[in-house]
């Protein structure tokens, strides 16, 4: 027999073999094989989210509405890399009953309307998100007690005008001190400002600015913050503390991010109070955005010339030569000298930037 002989045998032995013919590895799990289609969750309800605790989040659904009702979710897999936070609209889908013992899952969130940011310092390219979707910045600074700090309220400002948030402005404890050099630093800005006293605290006015708008707090540690929050949502009850009479510094209280819903003669709104933070660098901000804070500065700077850095060795630097020719007032030059040193940081970040 020759090996043709043996080749016809062979073929013959083929003529019934398909693909189903192939051994496969069984699956002792006796489970669906993982495919990458995922569903598409056309039932998915979108919700608030209303704060962050250990993984889980607590998702406002129906709001307003006669079902209206707190979930607890989990964030689904695909998303471990996607930063969920307090004032997202997130896209939940599984047990949305609310029901005690349930858990829904967060597939997605709706694309966000601002998103403010801070990082560590002002070289850290790593920032961290402090709330979405927030379209007014409340800064809360005491008069006294602790000392108020302008150039934090600066920095502030600066972030909350590169998210594209109106700023607003709380002095407490103007029993202690009288504010007015203080808030002499802000002339000029668009800026509204609101006094208050132990014993006469503007409720009625400033919750009257919060109807409406999703308003982040933020402020200095034991500046009043969580005593105003509780003042304007009693149901809060946000942990207060006190400032330490050696080193002047207040204790953290708040140790997360929650929106609390107000209510008040005028409408309703949501507060979104935040940790109290000692410092709050602009790693994350574009520099050509800084000047923005500025506005009496920035309508001086459209005579500069393109590409001005605006720093104090600036060539034909308008800001510079209205400060040389007396033009701005002592404010304005303390204000001048602000934004140079925000720029300055930018700038030496630039320089020991890799590659350069």
């Not at 050696?246 to 507060?271: E, F, I, N």
């Not at 510079?320 to 040193?341: K, V």
Request: glycine share 8%; net charge negative; charged share 25%.
């Amino acid at each position: 027999m020759s090996w043709l002989d043996d080749t016809d045998d062979l073929e013959d032995g083929f003529e019934d073999y398909d693909e189903s013919s192939i051994r496969t590895r069984p699956n002792p799990k006796a489970n669906r094989p993982r495919t990458k289609r995922r569903p598409a969750h056309d039932d998915a309800k979108v919700g608030r989210v209303l704060g962050v605790d250990r993984g889980r989040y607590t998702v406002l659904l129906d709001e307003g509405g006669p079902d209206e009702r707190l979930l607890t979710a989990a964030r689904a897999r695909e998303l471990r890399r996607n930063p969920i936070v307090t004032g997202d609209q997130a896209k939940v889908v599984g047990d949305t009953t609310g029901e005690d013992g349930t858990l829904a899952r967060i597939i997605g969130i709706v694309d966000r309307t601002s998103l403010l940011r801070r990082s560590a310092d002002d070289t850290d390219q790593v920032e961290r998100v402090i709330v979405a979707n927030a379209d007014q910045m409340l800064i809360v600074v005491a008069a006294a007690d602790p000392e108020p700090r302008a150039r934090l309220v600066d920095r502030y400002l600066v972030a909350a005008l590169d998210a594209g948030i109106r700023p607003l402005l709380v002095v407490t404890k103007t029993d202690l001190a009288d504010p007015s050099a203080f808030l002499g630093h802000f002339d000029g800005l668009d800026l509204r400002v609101f006094t208050s006293a132990q014993e006469e605290m503007p409720i009625d006015e400033i919750g009257a600015a919060l109807v409406g708008h999703s308003t982040v707090f933020v402020g200095h540690s034991g500046v009043g913050k969580s005593t105003l929050v509780n003042a304007l949502v009693p149901s809060a009850l946000r942990a207060t503390g006190h400032v330490n009479q050696v080193t002047g510094r207040g204790r953290h209280t708040s140790s997360s991010t929650v929106s609390l819903r107000y209510t008040g003669p005028a409408g309703s709104g949501w507060v979104i109070d935040t940790p109290g933070v000692r410092s709050f660098g602009l790693g994350h901000v574009d520099p050509a955005n800084i000047l923005a804070a500025f506005t009496e500065l920035a309508e001086i700077a459209e005579n500069c010339p393109r590409g001005c850095t605006h720093l104090a060795d600036a060539p034909d630097c308008a800001l510079i030569e209205a400060a040389e020719r007396g033009e701005l007032s002592e404010t304005g030059l303390a204000r001048l000298d602000s934004l140079q040193r925000l720029l300055q940081t930018f700038a030496d970040k630039a320089e020991q930037s890799p590659g350069r």
